[in-house]
């Protein structure tokens, strides 16, 4: 599956962005779609994570409240809406295809198969 992540730009904090994750290719219900982020000089990070199967939805504390991650079947599109956007917040932003769909695991980058190749969020003080 290859996935096409979109939507990033330059926002002032307190702003909103919503980044789509676009996936050619087949999905399955035991997939868990995940979102990460890079920001300079930093290492990557989980962000948000939701399951094919039921929806079901986790969330990093730092971004618990602002942010939200729905998806679009008919599309095969994945979303994640940022509110109360923060200068710390910026990054680079992934998005991933975890095949084996496991709890435990889902905050790991280690555990995704597939990646889409980033886009950049810049939020401005």
């Known amino acids: 599956v290859q996935l096409q992540a979109s939507g990033g730009g330059l926002v002032q904090a307190g702003g909103s962005l919503r980044l789509s994750c676009a996936a050619s290719g087949p999905l399955y219900r035991s997939d868990v779609i995940g979102w990460f982020r890079r920001a300079p000089g930093k290492e990557r990070e989980f962000v948000a994570a939701m399951f094919r199967s039921g929806g079901n939805t986790y969330y990093a504390d730092s971004v618990k409240g602002r942010f939200t991650t729905s998806r679009d079947n008919a599309k095969n599109t994945v979303y994640l809406q940022m509110n109360s956007l923060k200068p710390e917040d910026t990054a680079v932003y992934y998005c991933?295809?975890?095949?084996?769909?496991?709890?435990?695991?889902?905050?790991?980058?280690?555990?995704?198969?597939?990646w889409g190749q980033g886009t950049l969020v810049t939020v401005s003080s």
């Open positions: 991933a295809v975890d095949r084996a769909g496991i709890l435990s695991t889902i905050r790991r980058s280690d555990a995704y198969d597939y």
